[in-house]
């Protein structure tokens, strides 16, 4: 239920005050085609929508794997693991597209935030700890 149909009930309440108060006749029908919009999609539900299928994603790592999960829960996606896949294997049930841009994509956004807050974490303690920053550029090849 990546758009449930409360959201969509509260979206169409908002455009139909919206089409209450709208001041210029093209405001009025960009309103009206809103309107006609959302109403079709909660009439339709989801007879037009893809099947959902079985996903199956394989994590780089821990963090990775919680941030995922979280993510998925936040969007009423269930994630699950079958008995005897690693801890890194997260499954789900939910449409391909949908799930692509939804979930994935704030995924791949907050992964590459939190890769970076790790990198400058430890960036900072070998600096303090080691007396020096570590970098790979000076390292002589032999």
């Known amino acids: 239920m990546l ?3 409360k959201a969509l009930r509260q979206k169409l309440a908002k455009v139909e005050e919206f089409f209450r108060r709208a001041g210029s006749p093209g405001e ?8 006609g919009r959302l109403n079709a999609r ?3 539900g989801d007879r037009d929508q893809e099947p959902k299928v079985e996903l199956k994603f394989s994590l780089p790592d821990r963090w990775s794997t919680r941030l995922f999960i979280a ?3 936040k969007h009423g996606v269930r994630p699950y693991r079958y008995a005897r896949q ?6 789900a049930r939910a449409r391909p597209e949908e799930f692509k841009r939804v979930v994935w994509s704030e995924f791949c956004q907050l992964h590459d935030e939190l890769e970076r807050y790790f ?5 900072q303690l070998i600096t303090r700890a080691m007396g020096s920053d570590g970098n790979d550029s000076t390292v002589d090849a032999r």
């Open 3 to 5: 758009v449930d149909e």
């Open 28 to 35: 009025r029908a960009a309103a009206e085609a809103a309107i």
């Open 42 to 44: 909660l009439v339709n």
């Open 71 to 73: 993510i998925c829960r």
């Open 86 to 91: 690693r801890r890194t294997t997260v499954m």
């Open 119 to 123: 990198e400058d974490v430890s960036d």
